[in-house]
């Protein structure tokens, strides 16, 4: 079988013993369940799935030797087995699991010895890391069998995954209950996500503020919004020009790119967008910082100074706040499609982006919200 069909077996076998673990041994139970629901790092998740899926489709290989600077016939890759089929995986099942690989997080990159319980791994929480090498031997000293090991780690993330969408679920008919006769006022949705944007973890949630704005707005303005690029790719990587980038409709060269920052905008940063605007395939209009930080007015005029430079190309630092607040009552007959917008891309970014302690934050203060109006 190949990998892909292997994963499909494991998901159809998890479907089928959902409510109940297929694993007998209490400890390892306990084991693999504190690796699958430990929401502070998900990385111990995602290195046992691409071990274990590499001994699958190898059954030769020792599942704790996943680097092949190893080597030996019995070493493999698992950032391969990672990036070629667990990503697809994931996003295909919407697993709670991040969404990029767990080799290259500082514990687990650069390694050339096997991952054996006798070597600790230098991460937290410790356990999470202690209990996944423990898992990884069991399945070495034949203690469990890999694709029973595999199909609990499914079955309790398609678990977590259910939770989660239940809770959100219950959310959302609160928060219908609560929907008064007029939508929120202007003000009110400023508030609203201001407060959520003030919550822990919210580094994700400036580009949903601009991005909302343009869904809301776009017809209205003939143009669109480009689909957003992963929280944690870098520009370089995904040739994007910004975090938001807006073309006109019917086009498909971006006019105008928004860059988010949860820091104060620098000369360093405004050099960085006039390169990227000189580089560009095709001739933009505005680059935009949208900040969360004060902006200092000495970079201000800095990058004001460009608009000649740069044959008519403006660069501008807006208030993330402020832009919201001009945006809705500039548009004030779509503040509720704005605020339905910005809901509905907050709910579908992954908990890698926004977790899932975000989108429930977000949903009780729109309900409180609500419920004083």
């Not at 139970?29 to 502070?40: E, F, G, L, N, Q």
Request: charged fraction near 25%; hydrophobic fraction near 40%; glycine fraction near 4%.
């Amino acid at each position: 079988m190949t990998p892909e069909e292997i994963l499909h077996n494991v998901y159809e076998q998890a479907a089928a013993t959902l409510q109940t673990s297929v694993i007998s041994d209490p400890t390892i139970r306990a084991r693999v369940d504190y690796v699958c629901r430990c929401t502070s790092n998900r990385a111990g998740v995602r290195l046992l799935m691409s071990c274990l899926l590499g001994k699958l489709d190898k059954p030769n290989v020792d599942p704790r030797k996943p680097y092949t600077e190893i080597g030996g016939p019995d070493s493999f890759s698992g950032r391969t087995y990672d990036e070629q089929y667990l990503i697809h995986f994931i996003d295909e099942h919407r697993l709670p699991v991040n969404r990029t690989t767990a080799f290259l997080t500082p514990t687990l990159r650069n390694i050339d010895h096997p991952l054996t319980t006798g070597r600790e791994l230098v991460g937290r929480p410790r356990d999470l890391y202690k209990k996944t090498l423990e898992l990884l031997e069991d399945v070495a000293e034949q203690r469990v069998a890999a694709d029973v090991l595999l199909v609990e780690v499914v079955r309790l993330l398609m678990q977590m995954r259910d939770e989660r969408q239940t809770r959100i679920n219950s959310l959302l008919g609160e928060l219908r209950r609560t929907t008064g006769a007029f939508p929120l006022s202007s003000e009110a949705i400023v508030t609203l996500i201001e407060q959520h944007l003030a919550c822990k973890g919210a580094s994700r949630l400036p580009v949903l503020v601009v991005a909302a704005a343009y869904q809301a707005a776009g017809t209205r303005l003939a143009e669109r919004i480009l689909p957003l690029n992963p929280h944690n790719a870098a520009d370089l990587q995904t040739g994007s020009l910004g975090d938001v980038e807006i073309c006109l409709v019917g086009e498909d060269s971006v006019v105008t790119a928004c860059e988010m920052k949860a820091k104060r905008v620098d000369y360093t940063d405004i050099d960085a967008a006039l390169a990227k605007i000189i580089g560009a395939p095709h001739r933009i209009d505005n680059y935009l910082f949208v900040t969360t930080a004060r902006i200092d007015p000495r970079v201000a005029d800095y990058a004001a100074g460009f608009y000649e430079q740069s044959d008519g190309v403006e660069i501008a630092i807006l208030d993330c706040i402020g832009f919201m607040r001009h945006f809705l009552h500039l548009f004030h007959r779509v503040r509720a499609d704005y605020l339905n917008a910005y809901q509905k891309l907050v709910l579908n970014e992954p908990d890698s982006a926004v977790s899932q302690a975000l989108k429930e934050a977000f949903l009780a203060l729109r309900k409180a919200a609500e419920s004083d109006e």
